[in-house]
């Protein structure tokens, strides 16, 4: 009995050994649906604008349409029927937009483009009025756009910005990445922001950035002096130097100010000690 016991645990020990290389590469490797599924941005690269698309009331469009050289573009790659991951993605920028001071429509334009070539404007119509009562009413209505389309017009959009997804047969769906993309005036991406959840600091300073100074005032154009984006995080942060550039500066002003006041000050003295 103590022979067949030592056997059965040997033979088992032996399994294990052997049989752990093989395990650590299945759970270190990656997954055969996610094989090409993954996000890397173009930036600074011309995003196609003549490709043709539907907006949600079925006419034909282009994303030159709307990226149209006067402000910048929210662009997000998304699919209606998505169980969940665009979702989020949808949600988390609708409540970023929030919490900004640019509007859509009057600051910048948000464009959605379902990448399955099977949805409909039928689909995009509902789900535009959903978003719209989620931000806050509809009366930014002219600045949302979702837009549907076929195969190579769908290919030509995701390739152009570095979207690569792939649909997985088995379990009747896509397998992507999530993130929002932003296309300068003239259609060229800016930025990038990954992820579900989007800071609105992040999303204003990405339009900002996006924007070329063409949207915005000027107390917003040195908030953007003060970020920078940090490619490591994915997020802006605040730039040292041109922090301490500007803590100089304000410096410099209080020195020149109290020295402005004594000299004033002294110049009194004297004309009093004369007079």
């Keep these: 009995m103590n022979r067949l016991l030592s056997a059965l645990l040997f033979s088992l020990l032996f399994s294990l050994l052997h049989s752990a290389p093989a395990a650590a590469q299945v759970v270190t490797g990656v997954p055969a649906d996610l094989e090409g599924v993954d996000i890397v941005p173009r930036l600074g690269d011309q995003v196609p604008l003549g490709d043709v698309f539907f907006d949600e009331d079925g006419r034909e469009v282009t994303l030159g349409s709307y990226v149209n050289g006067s402000k910048p573009t929210l662009l997000v790659l998304a699919y209606f029927e998505c169980p969940m991951l665009c979702t989020l993605v949808m949600n988390g920028t609708v409540r970023a937009m929030q919490n900004i001071t640019q509007v859509p429509g009057q600051d910048f334009e948000l464009v959605l483009v379902s990448f399955d070539p099977k949805e409909t404007p039928a689909m995009a119509g509902p789900k ?13 209505a002219a600045g949302w756009h979702f837009l549907t389309g076929s195969q190579e017009s769908i290919r030509s959009l995701t390739d152009g910005v570095g979207f690569h997804y792939k649909w997985i047969e088995e379990r009747q769906e896509f397998a992507h990445g999530s993130g929002i993309f932003f296309l300068t005036p003239d259609g060229k991406l800016s930025r990038f922001l990954g992820g579900i959840v989007f800071e609105s600091l992040d999303v204003r300073l990405a339009l900002l950035e996006a924007g070329e ?4 005032g000027a107390a917003e154009q040195i908030i953007l002096f003060c970020y920078h984006y940090d490619p490591t995080t994915g997020r802006y942060a605040p730039a040292a130097a041109q922090l301490m550039s500007i803590a100089s500066g304000f410096s410099l002003l209080i020195l020149l100010g109290f ?17």
């Design 213 to 216: 100074g063409k949207i915005g």
């Design 259 to 275: 020295l402005a006041f004594w000299w004033r000050r002294d110049l009194s003295r004297k004309k009093e000690a004369k007079a």
């Design 128 to 140: 535009k009025r959903s978003y719209m009562k989620m931000y806050g009413g509809d009366q930014t």
